[in-house]
């Protein structure tokens, strides 16, 4: 069985930085990346990354605060996110497949953790 695995999340004040990351068990993703969800919202695309050459998308009003990479040793997907605001409260879901997808692209992937909490509050 495939698994991704998000450990942590957590909370933070406003202008904080969390770093989220998913670990894949029993097999390795070319193309991987992160989704949220905020309450009363639909599920959108965060960042997404091609591990071969490392090409790396973050949606275009993320850009400059989040940053996706990928640790080929330790088959480690990460999110770093800096300078949080509340609108970045939501569920946070890394995800993977090995047909291509991008934060811009109508298919999605096929395989996603169970999600993590990312909570922004004064």
């Known amino acids: 069985e495939v698994l991704l695995v998000e450990p942590g999340g957590g909370s933070v004040q406003p202008g904080g930085s969390l770093t989220l990351s998913c670990t894949t068990s029993g097999y390795i993703y070319r193309f991987m990346g992160w989704f949220r969800q905020a309450p009363g919202k639909e599920r959108e695309a965060v960042a997404a990354?091609?591990?071969?050459?490392?090409?790396?998308r973050v949606s275009g009003s993320l850009a400059g605060r989040f940053t996706i990479s990928h640790d080929h040793r330790k088959n480690t997907l990460y999110l770093r996110m800096n300078n949080l605001t509340p609108d970045d409260t939501g569920m946070y879901y890394c995800?993977?497949?090995?047909?291509?997808?991008?934060?811009?692209?109508?298919?999605?992937?096929?395989?996603w953790g169970q999600g993590t909490q990312v909570t922004v509050s004064p």
């Open positions: 995800a993977a497949d090995n047909r291509y997808w991008s934060i811009d692209t109508l298919n999605v992937p096929d395989y």
């Open positions: 990354i091609d591990i071969l050459p490392g090409d790396t």
